[in-house]
């Protein structure tokens, strides 16, 4: 059934104010309506859950990870503690793909490495708009200042750190360096793909990752204008807790796991949730997957960025990826009762 914006605040689904809530409905399923949903390996579903659920505070959150985590039928636990909410806003469901890029670098600048990964300065954590990407890339404001975390080879795989909000360094004993998101310049984010398409360059449809890359390598000059027409940038930290073999730390500040984890807008779906997926496209997909991150671009009830994994591989998989269905959120079933009741008002 379909319930209101007053349901959802009152069953904590939302906060009240969150923008887009007046537009937003509720609409309770059956796991006989997901598609797919049988054929899954809940199991997988079910360790990523328990990676981040102990940092869910709500109490019918921890409980649930307290009862899940001696649990040997993961699609029965989530069929009895969970019931399927399909939130909708009006806008139609869009998945992407990100990943966590691999660059070339080091720990001191040379001919080579001579493009700066930079730590955020101080100035720019206490203002709500800095400096933007071309005053920072041309000015004197970051200069000797100690706030280099390494130098890269390319100022392209760079820019599209940035964009990821987290990658690993490969450096030149074979070691590798993490770095996490660590702050912006609080400029909004400019698609320079949709800037590509506005000078008649390519069509809509040509525009990937890769392509974008490509083009800025082969026009040198004019690529590096139009990286400076994204005024956002992106500051990093080091993160020297997670493994190289673990994935890259989400916003729950854990690792988020290769095609199980996903990047959801938080004022509609609350970070730790399991999250039904059903994407169309040229790679279809009906996965349970859990909720573990954000990002500046993922903003809607029916948005969400799919995880890849790390390197060039999953990077081009997840450059192709821009397909619609449906995303489907697992609520506790005390909340899913308080839709229900609410509504029926």
Avoid at 90 to 113: Q, V, W
Avoid at 205 to 232: C, T, Y
Wanted: aromatic share 10%; hydrophobic share 40%.
């Amino acid at each position: 059934m379909i319930t209101t914006i007053k349901a959802a605040v009152s069953a904590g689904l939302i906060m009240a104010g969150s923008a887009g809530a007046q537009d937003t409905k509720y609409s309770i399923l059956g796991f006989d309506d997901l598609e797919g949903w049988a054929q899954d390996d809940h199991g997988a579903a079910l360790s990523v859950f328990l990676n981040t659920c102990r940092d869910m505070d709500a109490p019918d959150w921890s409980t649930l990870c307290a009862v899940a985590q001696d649990q040997s039928d993961a699609r029965g636990f989530f069929e009895l503690f969970f019931r399927p909410v399909l939130i909708e806003d009006g806008n139609p469901a869009l998945f992407t793909g990100y990943f966590e890029p691999e660059l070339d670098g080091a720990t001191r600048p040379s001919e080579r490495f001579r493009y700066p990964v930079y730590k955020m300065p101080r100035e720019a954590r206490g203002a709500n708009v800095w400096l933007t990407r071309r005053e920072i890339e041309t000015g004197a404001a970051m200069k000797n200042r100690g706030l280099e975390i390494a130098w890269v080879d390319d100022p392209v795989e760079l820019f599209f750190l940035q964009i990821q909000g987290s990658g690993r360094i490969r450096l030149p004993d074979g070691r590798y360096l993490r770095v996490g998101y660590g702050g912006s310049n609080g400029h909004n984010y400019r698609s320079i793909g949709v800037e590509l398409i506005r000078r008649g360059i390519y069509k809509a449809h040509q525009v990937s990752a890769q392509v974008i890359k490509n083009w800025v390598r082969r026009n040198p000059m004019d690529g590096e204008e139009l990286l400076r027409f994204n005024n956002s940038y992106v500051f990093f930290r080091e993160v020297n807790q997670v493994p190289s073999d673990k994935g890259p730390l989400g916003a729950m500040n854990r690792s988020i796991t290769t095609m199980r984890s996903v990047a959801v807008d938080p004022k509609y779906t609350t970070l730790g949730t399991p999250v039904w997926l059903e994407k169309a496209g040229e790679m279809p997909l009906r996965r349970l997957m859990v909720a573990q991150d954000t990002g500046s671009a993922i903003k809607g009830a029916q948005r969400a960025d799919i995880f890849f994994g790390t390197g060039d591989n999953a990077g081009r998989a997840a450059g192709k990826l821009r397909d619609g269905g449906r995303m489907v959120v697992l609520l506790p079933i005390q909340r899913a009762y308080a839709l229900e009741y609410e509504g029926a008002l």
